[in-house]
C-alpha cells in the first residue's frame, strides 16, 4: 500500500505561482509513473501532468502547457508541481497519482492509476 500526501496549495492572485509537493510512503515510488490531476467543482477529474519513472518523458495537459512543470526527486520520495501564471480556471483540488509498478508511459486517464493522495485545494482569485 503506498500512502501519497499532498501538500502546498491555498489561495493565490491570477498570476501569481503555487509549489505543491507530493510525498510518498514507499521506497519503490521509482518503480512507478506520478502523475497530478485535479478536479474542480461539477466536473470530473482530470489529467494535468504526468512523468516517467526516470524523468525522461513529461507529458502535460494543453490547459496547462508552458505554465505548469512536474519534476521527481527519487531519493526523497517526492512528485513536485510548479504552477506559474495561475488562472482561475485553475481552481481545483489538485491530486497526486501513482501507477503501477513496472508501467512505463504516462497514462491521461484516471483509470491506470492506482494510488491516490486526498488532495490539496488551490484557489485562484481574480
Known amino acids: 500500500q503506498v500512502q501519497l500526501v499532498e501538500s502546498g496549495g491555498g489561495l493565490v492572485q491570477a498570476g501569481g505561482s503555487l509549489r505543491l509537493s507530493c510525498a510518498a510512503s514507499?521506497?519503490?515510488?521509482?518503480?512507478?509513473?506520478m502523475a497530478w490531476f485535479r478536479q474542480a467543482p461539477g466536473k470530473e477529474r482530470e489529467f494535468v501532468t504526468g512523468?516517467?519513472?526516470?524523468?525522461?518523458?513529461?507529458v502535460y495537459a494543453d490547459s496547462v502547457k508552458d505554465r505548469f512543470t512536474i519534476s521527481r526527486d527519487n531519493a526523497r520520495l517526492t512528485v513536485y508541481l510548479q504552477m506559474n501564471a495561475l488562472k482561475p480556471e485553475d481552481t481545483a483540488v489538485y491530486y497526486c497519482?501513482?501507477?503501477?509498478?513496472?508501467?512505463?508511459?504516462?497514462?491521461?486517464?484516471?483509470?491506470?492509476?492506482?494510488?491516490w493522495g486526498q488532495g490539496t485545494q488551490v484557489t485562484v482569485s481574480s
Open positions: 497519482a501513482a501507477g503501477p509498478q513496472g508501467i512505463g508511459s504516462v497514462a491521461k486517464s484516471r483509470l491506470q492509476y492506482v494510488y
Open positions: 512523468i516517467t519513472r526516470s524523468g525522461g518523458t513529461i
Open positions: 514507499e521506497g519503490a515510488l521509482s518503480s512507478r509513473v
